[in-house]
T-cell receptor
Framework: KNEVEQSPQNLTAQEGEFITINCSYS?????LHWLQQHPGGGIVSLFM???GKKKHGRLIATINIQEKHSSLHITASHPRDSAVYIC????????FGTGTLLAVQP | GAGVSQSPSNKVTEKGKDVELRCDPI?????LYWYRQRLGQGLEFLIY????????KSGLPSDRFSAERTGESVSTLTIQRTQQEDSAVYLC??????????FGSGTRLTVV
């Protein structure tokens, strides 16, 4: 069993829909990261969380330390949000989930 | 520099040759990481440098892989006697303590 599990693995949404991607982990961590990887491979760090909730534009990330669970939400989704979203936990080094491939259709 | 710089961006090499990949982290970032991503697969940890501490090499897949970092500056990842299964995008990232990570754009290695 992976130490970091993401769901769903693939997600197709219509433009404007509210999207949720979930991440569960089984190890003690100092922080959790949400990353975005576009076709072509570039990786961008979206959020780093150690507690609570963070918001940046249409993106919201939450974490529940007791339940070892985090969610990434995208409001009013747009085709340019199409990417792979990766959850990673920090246990000295980053341990990655397998990613969620999101496709937002116009 | 402003970001994490990796070179070369693309490398095609013949099986059996050695390759050296370079990463220039953000100035002042004490931590530097190497990851690998094979086609269609997730990110795989290779090695982690933190300041002057001994590196965490637990992710290196074989003794053909090695990495060095001088102080808090440039790092080189060396793959000896390359094999086709080494073909991947090799990503470098740096961070300051437990702050957010900045990733380089990667080196796409193709072993033919």
């Amino acid at each position: 069993k992976n130490e970091v599990e993401q769901s769903p693995q693939n997600l197709t949404a219509q433009e404007g829909e509210f999207i949720t991607i979930n991440c569960s982990y089984s190890v003690g961590i100092s922080a959790l990261h949400w990353l975005q990887q576009h076709p072509g491979g570039g990786i961008v760090s979206l959020f780093m969380l150690s507690s609570g909730k963070k918001k940046h534009g249409r993106l919201i990330a939450t974490i529940n330390i007791q339940e070892k669970h985090s969610s990434l939400h995208i409001t009013a989704s747009h085709p340019r949000d199409s990417a792979v979203y990766i959850c990673a936990v920090n246990k000295n080094k980053l341990i990655f989930g397998t990613g969620t491939l999101l496709a937002v259709q116009p | 520099g402003a970001g994490v710089s990796q070179s070369p961006s693309n490398k095609v090499t013949e099986k059996g040759k050695d390759v050296e990949l370079r990463c220039d982290p953000i100035s002042g970032h004490t931590a530097l990481y190497w990851y690998r991503q094979r086609l269609g697969q997730g990110l795989e940890f290779l090695i982690y440098f933190q300041g002057n501490s001994a590196p965490d090499k637990s992710g290196l897949p074989s003794d053909r892989f090695s990495a060095e970092r001088t102080g808090e500056s440039v790092s080189t990842l060396t793959i000896q006697r390359t094999q086709q299964e080494d073909s991947a995008v090799y990503l470098c990232a740096s961070s300051l303590g437990d702050s957010g990570y900045t990733f380089g754009s990667g080196t796409r290695l193709t072993v033919v």
